[in-house]
């Protein structure tokens, strides 16, 4: 009954929701007409690779933010910082340019004026290729290295960490390489001057990531030059490759009820095999147990203990398998189109979190807790798979935006629960 009527609630304000956040946008807009950006810090450029990273960043780095710039030097990478905050003056010297602007616009704005500021310095001409990157990831120095390298030196025009299928197909703007004939193409350089700065979120996904996507695809030389490094084709194939995988999958895959994007547990398992495989699927408990819940329930209860145990329920219960002494492996396979399946619904980085970073990928979506995507059961479990010095640094970040529905009320409620804040 509770649900019924905060759904309700949000359903009569999300209106007046609407004409809050676009007025909040509107206002911070004027307020900053004045402001300027400031340059403060500028190196000589020698046709380096760049990092262009946008940051909300107030007065010292993140250690996991410093981790990446302290990598990207190493590698000879020429460092940009486009931020909305103010840092100390000892730490622009991790920067070999560096920043500061008017808080509006959020991480697009930040991307627009680092591109318009290397077009103006002619700085692009030469450049081989780009990184684009923000601050609303968290990032793990395992695989650090090997990631950054894979993303800089790759022949791909455009290449993205990951992909995401959700409304319409793009890639995710946290962290996108560009060639350098991408980067010089005068319909990129339009986009940009003609982008207009916004805070209201689905105004910036719309016009910035997505089309950003749009255009992109657009000037790429032909399709497989537009892809992600983590695709849900990269996922599919590194299970063919690695089947154990299946197991890290089921047993670190998000229990979070809070979204609708399928899950690849016991239930989402059996239902996909049972029409042709478990008939009897429902039958399973003794004619004399006697219990005060559906079947269904007891059924998902049971089987979510852990895979070995999910597995041993299913060679007992198959029937109709070709080849019987093989099961083990059938059932392998079976599973990998499972999912896949499960893997490409809903934001990639956000449904995929632990095999993600199981995988290789060292980056980890910083709201994932703020969205509901994770609960604190699925965060424990990513914690255990990082290195011992960042759990904690991971856990805090995460912990400093809890779920949105259970921190909002009001207006504010019912703008987070449409995706406006």
């Known amino acids: 009954m509770a649900k019924i009527l905060q759904k309700i609630e949000a359903q009569l304000l999300y209106p007046y929701a609407v004409s809050v956040v676009n007025t909040h946008s509107v206002k911070k807009k004027f307020s900053t007409l004045l402001s300027r950006p400031k340059t403060l810090k500028q190196d000589n450029y020698n046709n380096e690779p760049i990092l262009l990273i946008a940051l909300f960043q107030k007065g010292s780095l993140r250690p996991d933010i410093l981790r990446l710039l302290k990598t990207a030097q190493k590698k000879g990478i020429y460092i940009i910082g486009v931020n909305t905050l103010k840092l100390k003056e000892s730490e622009i010297g991790h920067f070999n340019c560096y920043i500061e602007r008017p808080n509006f616009g959020r991480d697009f704005g930040s991307y627009k004026e680092g591109f318009i500021h290397l077009n103006k310095q002619k700085m692009t001409y030469n450049c081989p290729r780009l990184l684009m990157v923000n601050d609303s990831v968290f990032y793990s120095m395992k695989g650090l290295s090997k990631f950054l390298n894979e993303m800089i030196h790759t022949e791909t025009e455009v290449l993205g960490a990951t992909e995401n299928f959700e409304i319409e197909y793009h890639l995710g703007s946290f962290c996108i390489s560009l060639k350098n004939n991408i980067i010089n193409n005068k319909i990129l350089t339009n986009y940009w001057k003609q982008y207009k700065l916004t805070d209201v979120r689905p105004r910036v996904i719309k016009n910035g990531e997505m089309e950003l996507s749009k255009i992109l695809k657009k000037i790429t030389t032909n399709p497989k030059n537009f892809k992600a490094l983590y695709s849900t084709a990269a996922f599919h194939f590194f299970v063919k490759e690695n089947p154990e995988t299946i197991k890290v999958l089921y047993e670190t895959f998000r229990t979070s009820e809070s979204v609708s994007w399928p899950k690849f547990n016991a239930e989402q398992i059996t239902e996909s095999i049972k029409d042709k495989y478990l008939p009897y699927h429902e039958t399973k408990f003794r004619d004399n147990i006697k219990v005060n819940t559906s079947e269904k329930e007891l059924n998902n209860k049971f089987l979510t203990a852990s895979f070995e145990e999910l597995k041993r329920y299913l060679i007992r219960n198959l029937v109709d398998v070709t080849n019987r002494n093989d099961i083990e492996n059938f ?81 504010k409620r019912a703008a987070f629960n449409r995706g406006l804040i």
């Open 331 to 411: 059932l392998d396979e079976r599973m990998i189109p499972i999912a896949t399946d499960v893997f490409r619904c809903g934001s990639q980085i956000h449904q995929n979190s632990s095999i993600l970073y199981h995988m290789g990928l060292p980056i980890i979506k910083m709201d994932i807790l703020y969205r509901g995507v994770l609960n604190m059961i699925d965060i424990d479990k990513i914690q255990d798979m990082l290195p011992a010095r960042e759990q904690k640094e991971l856990f805090e970040v995460l912990s400093d935006r809890p779920f949105g529905l259970d921190t909002y009320i009001g207006w």
